[in-house]
């Protein structure tokens, strides 16, 4: 990747803005044509893996941090609003920026420590960082309710981020992605933006263009903690029941990362479409299965990744941009490889 590159201009393609614009006006018109409690609940969560996915797929995606412990930057937003809100009677909608802010802070100190760890070895270090949290939060009973978790009280208003119907969940939740997705898009084509990029693909190539790594690292990490956070916040606020073993799980985080992996990692709509893809097919799944083959849906999963790696390995959004190169790598990968002609024999010897 050369500096030229790097700085090229935007142009946004006319497919990508076509899919943004139908994929929003799809988002919003759908509550509308369906209300049902179900169909509401549905709609929310795929809202919400979406904003998860794309909260992670900043510093996953575009800065190439791979975490795997991105559950403690969802459980801190979860948890801090959560506890303020049942402590001091503070607003879950104050609460949601103060846990934001302590996600950054702990996210920092993640970065701070682990400067030069890359791949593998920051997805552990990720990891382990987020087993800490649980562990603590587990063993504080008396202020965090230890493993049985906290259940918030039902009272419904808007300053308790609290509603009697569904749909106000559901706009909350599609205002919070589009909030990311734009955020993500600036991102994207800032300077910022192709500093991230530079570093992924070669974080010493970066540094010889000037690229600062360790602020552009602690930015990445911070901005995808904070927006984690409120996903985690309005997550605790739907749900109503926050417990350590599901929000700050490491099978949380894998699932945040999967999303964003299937639907293209750095890329805005990527996350969006994973979602798409991930929710029905695991609601589906466990509907059908969950009493005879539990944890079925754990093993299309990773079918399903196998395939994207192997023919989509820049995910679904793959597909879209160069849907002709994706299908020849399905041919090849699935329908076998293409038999050569035999050389002649006197062709040989000409």
Known sequence: MTLTSLLAPYRPTRKGLLLSLAMVAALVALPLVAADSYTLHFV???LFWALAASAWNIAGGYAGQ?????????????YGSTLLY??????PWIGMFVGAGAAVAFATLIGALTLRLQGPFFALASIAFAEVLRIAIVNWRSFTGGAEGLSLPFDPSFANMMFSDRL??????MAALLIVLLITYVLERSWIGYALAAMRENEEAAEALGVDTVRAKLFSIGLSAFLSAIAGTLYANYILLIEPSTVLSIGFSVEIA??????GMGTPLGPILGAVLIVPLSEYLRAEFAGSLQ???????????IVMVIAMPQGLMSAIRAPRATARRL?????GATRRRPVREESRHA
């Open 44 to 46: 929310w969560k795929v």
């Open 66 to 78: 791979f975490s795997l412990g991105h559950a403690a930057f969802f459980g801190l937003g979860a």
């Open 86 to 91: 049942m402590h001091f009677g503070l607003s």
């Open 168 to 173: 106000w969940y559901v706009y909350i939740m």
């Open 258 to 263: 999967l999303i964003a992996i299937i639907g």
């Open 295 to 305: 944890g079925l849906y754990l093993l299309v999963y990773g079918a399903l990744l």
């Open 331 to 335: 041919r090849g990968a699935f329908g």
